[in-house]
């Protein structure tokens, strides 16, 4: 064996050093997805769905599939929900409505189709403790409202976040539904391991995260939610779960996710190459937060050490995985040159078959949790790996093109600067309705670690008063 690849050290031991780093971490994260355990169900929980929940829905494009997605929310029997769309789509939005439960369901509009201002005019239009923001397809589960809100039983947590399983669009899923699969199954694993390890996450996702009200009404929030700027220049709609999240970060609040089957949540991928398109919009939006929050806030690096961690990571991740392939060329290369020449020993078709078994059997390992109840799909593995390699060369590019904020996948989107325009001109009609909101707001951001939050977090309902709150942990 030595005869063999004593000429190959320069080469295996370079390749070597990358595969023992990368499955090393992975050995670490997945070791915590297994001892992670989601928060129970307290004996008496302080807040209570039909009291203190409102469900936020942005969306300019809801069809049939709402209605599944609304039937699945009010079995959680939450207090309202609040469709936000866009002027043209009330009549539409309000028939779907009105199938469902028009009781409990109000649609509400706003000049411009843009998901931010969507979401802040529900925010301004809620009166419960929490909001919770879905998609307009997410399925879920009985007992989800009751375990996310299980984690607002801890003072310090601002945003509480579950896991996600795909849903086919028709009987079966085609490809590309499988790979959004494998990546959710990928997700569910790194979510509840930084959870476990340091509390943090990256990000709640926006088909499903539920936040305190308190932390939405402020009005520095509302504004920088709506006027978000990449370089100052250009102007964000999509990311809005990225800012939440690192607005939880930065202000010193905890972040939660509910890994379990209870909070678990079913939604559908596009079912074709349009896929690819939102994987590319979710890769700028990861690129662009991830660089804030290391090299502009960087709160991340004492709050979250290991989610810091895994954004830097993820930084080099798109150059690793590409040196793999590239050295394993080069060494099929020189094994095809006599050993005279300067050649290697070791068969070219070696070196071949040795990596595709090694990408094959550490790219399964890592989907097992997945394939485990799903064992025919693992024929997509090898789709799978080739579009690790494409996900790598899309994320560069990615990276070269941080400035094009569209959608995407969504034709009917407005123009982002026309929206934020009107968003100005929406606050001032709202201001009637914040003010209705028992609390005044605050010049800065509230922690909950504030002397007094305390106070200010009895507003709704004095009879379930919240428990003190301990000195910052976080500076700002």
């Given amino acids: 064996m030595l005869y063999l690849t004593s000429d190959l050290f320069p080469v295996f031991v ?13 050995l670490i994260r997945f070791s915590a997805f297994i001892v992670y355990r989601p928060v129970p169900l307290p004996e008496n929980p302080t807040y209570i769905a039909s009291e203190d929940v409102t469900i936020i829905v942005p969306t300019i494009d809801a069809g049939e599939e709402f209605k599944d997605a609304a039937r699945s929310w009010l079995v959680g029997n939450p207090k309202e929900i609040l469709i936000i769309t866009e002027e043209k789509m009330l009549g539409p939005l309000q028939e779907l409505a009105n199938a469902v439960d028009p009781s409990r369901i109000r649609v509400l509009t706003v000049p411009f189709a843009n998901k931010r201002l969507q979401m802040s005019h529900g925010i301004k239009n809620t009166t419960t403790d929490i909001i919770v923001f879905a998609d307009d397809d997410a399925i879920w589960p009985p007992t989800l409202l009751p375990y996310v809100l299980a984690c607002f039983e801890d003072q310090k947590v601002g945003g509480v976040g579950t896991s996600q399983r795909v849903q086919a669009v ?21 979510i509840s391991s930084s959870t476990h390890i340091d509390g943090g996450i990256p990000c709640l996702s926006g088909r499903t995260a539920a936040y305190r009200t308190i932390i939405l009404k402020d009005p520095e929030f509302l504004h920088g939610f709506t006027h978000d700027y990449w370089l100052g220049k250009y102007q964000l709609n999509s ?9 939880m970060v930065s202000h010193g609040w905890s972040t ?3 890994c379990c089957k209870e909070a678990e949540l079913l939604s559908t991928m596009k079912p074709n190459w349009r896929f690819l398109k939102q ?12 660089l804030r929050s290391l090299f502009t806030e960087r709160y991340i690096w004492t709050s979250h050490p290991y989610v810091a961690y895994t954004m830097v990571d993820k930084l080099f991740n798109p150059f690793t995985l590409l040196v793999g392939p590239c050295l394993v060329a080069y060494v099929v290369y020189k094994s095809t040159i006599p050993v005279d020449d300067g050649g290697y020993h070791l068969p070219w078709w070696n070196v071949l078959v040795s990596y595709i078994v090694w990408l094959f059997a550490t790219r399964t390992a890592k989907l097992l949790p997945h394939l485990w ?12 790996i080739v579009f690790g ?4 060369i899309m994320k560069l590019y990615a990276l070269c093109t941080l400035h094009e904020t569209g959608w995407g996948t969504r034709s009917g989107i407005g123009d982002i600067s026309a929206a934020t325009a009107a968003v100005d001109a929406v606050s001032r009609s709202d201001e009637k309705t914040t003010e209705s909101y028992s609390i005044q707001p605050v010049a800065q951001p509230q922690s909950p670690f504030s002397d007094d939050y305390a106070a200010d977090m009895a507003y709704a309902k004095p009879e379930r008063r919240r428990p003190e709150y301990e000195e910052p942990i976080y500076a700002r």
């Fill in 279 to 290: 994987v590319l919009r979710w890769t700028r939006n990861t690129w662009r937060s991830d």
């Fill in 239 to 247: 990311g809005d779960d990225k800012f939440l999240t690192r607005w």
């Fill in 373 to 384: 109840y799903n064992p025919g799909h693992i024929i997509y593995v090898p789709a799978f």
């Fill in 14 to 26: 370079p390749f070597g050093l990358i595969g023992f780093y990368r499955y090393f971490w992975y």
């Fill in 256 to 258: 939660y996710v509910q």
């Fill in 170 to 190: 028709g009987s079966k899923m085609t490809v590309w539904e499988v790979l959004a699969a494998f990546r959710l199954t990928i997700r569910n694993i790194e």
């Fill in 389 to 392: 390699y494409y996900f790598a």
